[in-house]
């Protein structure tokens, strides 16, 4: 079965490209390379302690996952374009490249397209800082929303053909990009406010508007997004899955694992190797071999196919 899994820190993790063959944190290749198929945006990211330069934290993630590739293109691929795609379902792992933040473009449309150009294909428009581009909803109300820079960069990544992830973003944000785009978007690892009210969490309301665009929303592993106690098992994994499948069908959600950048993660889940624990539990809970298939990698694939040129 194919799995895509839209959000993991993994490349933030590790210190040297080999550890990406194995490791002791929640993704590798070995792990993920025990289901047929498997989509991983691996995304850049800077922590609270790198602050003072948090794109150059980021280049260098993004060049490490680029150098793997070069060395050991048997044991990962790079998507660049749609007809690459074509290929995720004949076996293999494949990596997608994000950023988890538009910091790594320090105000310049120009460094975007030079990311563009080396591989980039999502954008978590911010983290948990408000940045050039928008607020946070971590964040202090910058600029109400999104910055007319902000409206630049969505533009012209609608224009380039990469995916606009809502994740992070405030509400303020999030309805200013929806009022902006034209292409389907995805929230590639947020889960429902309605069963866990963290404004991480997604209302009833952007959930059906992602879905209106035709976009997906990933489900994070993270048990402070997963429940109110924070302590979370794979029932409440499917507990999101089964509110938004209430609202809009199954055609709208994925798997946004968070793998590397949340803990705990729910019981029962180690990394990689426990996906499929996920899966049988929705076979538990009698969703249709087709819904699986769908919302463990369909739907991201539909949704990234369409986006990637
Ligand atoms: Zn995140």
């Given at each position: 079965m194919l799995i895509f899994d839209g959000h993991c820190d993994t490349l933030s993790k590790i210190n040297r490209p080999g550890e990406l063959i194995?490791?002791?944190?929640?993704?590798?290749?070995?792990?993920?390379?025990?289901y047929g198929s498997?989509?991983?945006?691996?995304?850049?990211f800077a922590d609270h302690g790198q602050r003072k330069d948090p794109a150059a934290v980021m280049a260098r993630q993004l060049e490490m996952a680029i150098a793997f590739e070069g060395e050991h293109p048997d044991r990962l691929k790079l998507i660049r374009s749609a007809s690459d795609l074509k290929t995720v379902?004949?076996?293999?792992?494949?990596?997608?490249?994000?950023?988890?933040?538009?910091?790594?473009f320090k105000g310049s449309i120009?460094?975007?397209?030079?990311?563009?150009?080396?591989?980039?294909?999502v954008v978590t428009l911010c983290w948990n800082y408000d940045n050039e581009v928008c607020d946070s909803v971590a964040g202090h109300r910058t600029h109400r929303g999104l910055s007319p820079f902000g409206r630049e960069l969505v533009d012209?990544?609608?224009?380039l053909g990469m995916v606009i992830d809502l994740s992070h973003a405030s509400d303020e944000t999030f309805e200013d990009v929806l009022e902006c785009v034209n292409v389907p978007v995805a929230a590639t690892h947020s889960n429902c406010r309605a069963i866990c009210s963290h404004p991480r969490n997604l209302t009833d309301a952007q959930i059906l508007k992602i879905a209106a665009t035709g976009g997906v929303i990933?489900?994070?592993?993270?048990?402070?997004?997963l429940s109110g106690s924070g302590k979370a098992g794979i029932k409440?994994?499917?507990?999101?899955?089964?509110?938004?499948?209430?609202?809009?069908?199954?055609?709208?959600?994925?798997?946004?694992?968070?793998?590397?950048?949340?803990?705990?993660?729910?019981?029962?889940?180690t990394g990689a190797e426990s996906l499929y624990m996920v899966l049988e539990a929705l076979a538990r809970a009698n969703?249709?071999?087709r819904d699986i298939r769908m919302i463990a990698g369909g739907n991201f694939l539909r949704l990234f196919t369409r986006i990637l040129s």
């Open positions: 194995r490791n002791g944190f929640h993704w590798d290749l070995e792990r993920a390379g025990r498997f989509v991983q945006v691996l995304s850049s379902q004949n076996g293999g792992v494949f990596g997608i490249l994000g950023a988890e933040g538009a910091e790594l120009g460094e975007l397209e030079r990311w563009f150009n080396k591989s980039l294909k012209r990544m609608q224009e990933g489900i994070n592993f993270y048990s402070c997004f409440d994994i499917i507990n999101h899955i089964e509110h938004i499948a209430g609202l809009t069908g199954t055609r709208h959600i994925g798997l946004g694992c968070d793998f590397d950048g949340a803990n705990p993660m729910p019981e029962g889940i969703y249709a071999d």
